[in-house]
């Protein structure tokens, strides 16, 4: 057998898989078949880029499934416009070209309006795709102030602001008389974010800031740096990062003689932080968090439905996402059509739509006019309400 | 490349020479200019064009591993550097992106020299967690500074333009990624061909004949490292065109850890090789989209399946296959690191 | 500062035990197991499972029943870790080291989304837990449970010592480790011993998975991947393949770390220990207590 041969039928098979490839991918047309994008008819897609692997890979599930509870009940009311409505979920693994190819996969697919965005640096490189696509998106987690300061027309967000979540522990802190506040975060942009706008606020006067301290996330021990806490003589801590390591750093805190008040922020509200920090560490612990079914009065249909539905609780971003889908529902309604321009504009115009932060209403900036944070407490192994804050 | 000009194959006949080697070049630039034929999706774009970026990363650190023998895993550190020097210099001074081309080279070659010049001399193992730590405090640094944007980066990198023509739009952006990474694939196989090339592969067969043959061994091998740099830079540049915003987590372990995986998977040293390990180790993580929570789990078991399939890669450099008949070079007779 | 000495000890005595694990494998094979931090995860599943499985009658039992549990798990990890040699290392080992790398990262890939696919994304919480009351030692504050688990660790590593310094299969690992050729030629069996050093290293792995889980009570399938690498650097500053060396090395990452978060703060932590490192191993290329030998690769 010859050499050249060989080579050549490597190639050949080479040459084989790759046109395979490329025919796998999706076939939506070459470069010479033009745009054959037909909407009008079938379901209404609504696309959702979300975190299903990587360190965050525990929220993406809670977001796909508050998603699909809205489009389940919207279609068992008849759809929208007298159409279904189909969520298709991509990941995006946190990772700004994992997201970039989940976007433009939704893209690809013909979706009306994005209802996903998690991780705020890999969301912030799928704002110009589905601005180009005149793709409406509705990010229900992600909340950096990165992704409105470009003022692109289609960029909502319907999580509360790190300013509105900051004010209000803020104000909580004065409330319960804190003197001095350590801030935690775990270095994401999402949580330092929060700890940033904070500190801020606290240069201002009482409280004032004791120190910060960020943690690497995923880790399991964080003795030095609660040491390094403990060390700034606070009498309030608050963590601004997630449930994972937020039980962790409740325990430790505790265990290394800690007394003080503690507070974590909304990505931290999960059962699953009282069950991290073990026994009664987590009694006493506040909260800043947006207003949760657990909390609403009512809402425990939501709950149970919610379970009955996919045999675990609710989540982080689960009523967000769940949210996120039935104003774009709303929007669509209202609008009377999927074309991107005119839902834009519908949202816009959008006024008291409850929401379970409250009444709805976009800024000139397309953030909540009103972050309804509230300051939630652990009372017997779980959450509860302590102070709505209306002031 | 595969042939090395005057080499000879095992059995002593001369081996074939560029010929081939230009029609599977010739061939796999046609493959990637009519790709978009087929599907011209922004999704197959984005899609291929990040396999591009990705072959051209492979062919740098092609340089560094295949070539001269170096083990690095934290190639994604110039990546980060290229990317984050011309996204802060387009975003901040409004400079286009080309003419960050010059600053971008200059800082890799830099931050080569710098990490390269202290550790080069210590044991490939060694040499391999210093790369680690290397690739880490670049990611960190990035995370903890303002100027880069913090944990969520710089965003609103504008898109590419050559001299007034606008290449920003998906096909044009990528029809000029086939372009430049076919000249830096292209290119890296000709240094590899060259003398100096001659140079690392003698360095990595056996350092101490290669200094006794009147080698330079050292500054050799920190010429391999800063071109490995210099296309790191140089796709770093072009990544942050494509995805108009970088954070540092594009830059983590794991990017280079696949990176590397590209190299060794397609076939050390060999061009067609790491183009095809790049394109493999890029797409298939695309294709198993589909697989949903299955994704990540086929994935590495498809690694293991090829490599346990083809250990010396999907498509080897001769002289590895050389190398095979001779049994695993070295590893039996290295005393250091005995059990203690 | 002796908080801080004890921070750093208690962290160091499990990078120590994951790195022995790293340091043998190398020590033997040359591979870089980069699936061993993945090991260790499995370690904290099994000893989950088995507490979920034992229910209310472990619980009771306390630390006792950990040691049974955590014995499990060695035995359950260490033959994984057998398996996973046989599968998807053996067949390269004929093969250029870097394939074997390759494999080790697919292997990685493969347990962690193994394990996602078992238990979910969701971290678990253990059901026993360590906590007890905090003593002050020399201005430092410890708790009982924290003194046992670095005991237990300490035997583990005199155990190892022994079994490795003392015994024929140790000796056999390091005739090996020295020269595989050699060794196949004067009779020992080399894939027996190569699979005894994967069993003893992956349940060395196991066993800090379970006391991880079960003192800081969380586990989740990404759990290994950091550990990992941690324990990568610890066998390096060590002198990797060098035994006391990884244990060395565990202890001092340790310390760096403590000591790199209370000067500089926790987000430039990892900065600090590695820009420490690098700067170590220039001065002293082989780690701390590596020989220098001359390279033939």
Known sequence: MTHPARRRRRFAALAGLASAALLASGCSGGLLSGGDSSSGSGPIRLGMVAPMSGSSAAIGPYMRNGAQLAVDEINSKGGVNGRQLALKVEDGACDPKTATAAANKLVTDDIAISVGGYCSGATLPTLPLFNKADIPMLIPAANSNDLVDQHLPNVFLINGTGTQQADTAVAWMKKVGAKRVSLMDDNTSYSKNIADLTAQLLSQGTPTLAGRQSVTPGESDYSANVNAVISQHPDFVYWTGYYQEGGLIIRQLRQAGYTGDIMVADGSVDQKLIDIAGGSNADGVFATMTQTPQTIPGAKQWISDYKAKFGSEPGPYSTQAYDAVRVAAEAIKDAGSTDGTKVEKALEGIDGFQLFSGPLKFTPDHTLSEGGFQILVVDGGKFKLKDAMTQ | ?340 | MSQLLWNGLFVGSFYALVALGYSMVYGIIKLLNFAHGDIYMLGAFTGFAVLTLGGGLVSSLGFLALLVVLVVAMLATGVFGLVLEQVAYRPLRNAPRLSVLITAVGASFAIEYGMRLVAGPNPQVYPVRLGGQAVEVLGARLTLQQVGLVLIAVVLMAGLQWLVMGTSTGRAMRAISMDPKASLYMGINVNKVISRTFFLGSALAGAAGVMAGAYYGKIDFLMGFIIGLKAFTAAVIGGIGNIKGAMLGGLALGMLESFGTAWLGGQWRDVFAFGFLILFLTVRPTGILGERVTERV
């Not at chain 2, 980066?153 to 920003?168: A, E, H, M, R």
């Not at chain 2, 990017?255 to 050390?268: D, N, P, R």
């Open chain 2, 1 to 340: 490349m595969r042939a090395t000009a005057g080499d000879t194959s095992q059995d002593g006949r001369p081996r074939r020479r560029l010929p081939g080697n230009r029609s599977l070049a010739g061939l796999g630039i046609l493959v990637a200019v009519l790709a978009p034929f087929v599907d011209a999706s922004d999704y197959a774009l984005s899609v291929m064009t990040s396999a591009l970026l990705f072959v051209m990363l492979a062919a740098g650190l092609n340089i560094v591993v295949g070539y001269c023998g170096l083990l690095d895993l934290g190639y994604a550190a110039f990546f980060a550097i290229g990317a984050y020097t011309s996204g802060i210099l387009a975003t901040r001074l409004h400079w286009p992106l080309l003419a960050t081309v010059p600053v971008v080279i200059a800082a890799a070659v830099l931050a080569g020299i710098v990490i390269g010049g202290p550790t080069l001399r210590l044991r490939s193992d060694y040499l391999a967690i210093v790369t680690l730590g290397f690739g880490e405090i670049i990611r960190i640094t990035a995370t903890n500074l303002s100027i880069t944007g913090g944990p969520s980066g710089i965003y609103g990198i504008p898109g590419l333009d050559v001299f007034g023509v606008d290449l920003s739009g998906p096909v044009g952006f990528y029809y000029a990624c086939v372009a430049i990474v076919a000249l830096a694939v292209l290119a890296a196989a000709r240094l590899g061909r060259s003398r100096i090339g001659r140079a690392w592969r003698f360095v990595r067969e056996d350092e101490d004949a290669a200094e006794a043959m009147g080698i330079h061994t050292y500054k050799v091998k920190l010429a391999a490292y800063i071109a490995g740099a210099i296309w790191g830079g140089l796709a770093g540049i072009l990544f942050g065109a494509q995805l108009t915003a970088i954070s540092p987590q594009s830059f983590t372990f794991l990017q280079s850890a696949l990176i590397l995986m590209a190299v060794v998977l397609g076939g050390m040293g060999s061009t067609p090789g790491i183009v095809v390990g790049a394109v493999f180790v890029s797409v298939l993580p695309e294709l198993l989209r589909g697989a949903a929570d299955y994704r990540f789990f086929l994935f590495g078991v498809l690694l293991i399946v090829v490599m346990i399939f083809r250990p010396q890669g999907v498509w080897p450099s001769r002289a590895a296959e050389r190398l095979t008949g001779r049994g695993r070079s070295g590893t039996s007779e290295e005393p250091e690191g005995a059990l203690q």
